[in-house]
């Protein structure tokens, strides 16, 4: 029966493109990878019941704390100051402190966990401590590079600042592509009905160039029997926020008059973002 077992197995696996059966054993248990995970997950595990930090957390702050250490060393190198093993035992003076508390608190969180105020100010200073933690390490990288590179302390912070700055224009130039290439009339009104921005849709449809759009309010364009119910709608927008089916009259740079239905909806610093569809 055993040899049975032994040669079906055999013949599924080598059926799969394996060898063997031990090759198919192999295959999914990896000796050195066990290794190095197991340990990595007893002490991942550790870390988390009594310092109350996660796995993937302990590895970003461990990260963290090496490159502080690394980027230390190379500063100091920079400066012309000789490596010195008290360097070492600062750092892992300073990173046993940290963990100390952060034992006390996860131990005072675990002791108090079932009082949801007492327990919730040991978990809410755990968390505030261990961001400050963070971020003094983060800043002490920052240092250490500005350093490195020969750049003042600010350098480095100007330069993210930089990226920041041109992710944010890039996404500003997505958002005007959408707004310019919709086909609906978009705007962007103040409080008092004065056009602030516009889009190709509506100079194409009124035949004024952007600066004269910019130049007028509603009044100057709705038509004059509709700016009673215009101004009504208007102050209702300002109270409840929103309005929606409002039909007027617009005048176009010829003269004409085209029909436009409104929707509009308030923003901050007292604009009104609203969409108009022009109705044949």
Not at 64 to 75: S, V
């Amino acid at each position: 029966m055993k040899n049975f077992l032994s040669n079906a197995l055999e013949t599924v696996v080598t059926n799969f493109g394996f060898r063997s059966t031990s090759d198919f054993v192999g295959s999914i248990i990896h000796v050195k990878l066990m290794m190095v995970t197991l340990p990595i997950a007893l002490l991942s595990s550790v870390i988390e019941n009594y310092f109350g930090l996660h796995a993937i957390t302990m590895i970003a702050f461990i990260t963290l704390i090496t490159m502080e250490l690394i980027t230390g060393i190379a500063a100091s190198r920079a400066r012309g100051i000789p490596l010195q093993s008290k360097r070492f035992s600062r750092f892992g003076f300073k990173l046993g402190i940290w963990m100390t508390i952060f034992f006390i608190l996860q131990s005072m969180y675990l002791q108090y966990k079932d009082n949801s105020i007492i327990g919730g100010i040991y978990s809410w200073l755990h968390g505030s401590i261990f961001i400050y933690v963070s971020l003094e390490y983060l800043l002490s990288v920052v240092e250490n590079l500005s350093v490195i590179t020969g750049d003042n302390n600010n350098a480095i912070l100007n330069m993210i600042k930089n990226s920041v700055g041109k992710y944010l224009k890039a996404k500003e130039n997505d958002v005007e592509n959408f707004f310019q290439v919709d086909d609906n009339l978009l705007a962007v009104l103040t409080s008092e009905g004065q056009f602030k921005k516009v889009n190709k849709a509506w100079l194409e449809t009124l035949g004024y160039d952007e600066k004269s759009m910019l130049e007028k309010k509603l009044k100057d364009l709705v038509h004059p029997e509709d700016i009673k119910n215009t101004k009504l709608e208007y102050e209702k927008l300002k109270t409840a926020g929103s309005i929606t089916g409002l039909i007027n009259r617009y005048k176009t740079k010829e003269g004409h008059y085209v029909h436009l239905s409104w929707s509009a909806k308030g923003g901050k610093n007292g604009v009104f973002y609203c969409t108009t569809k022009v109705l044949s």
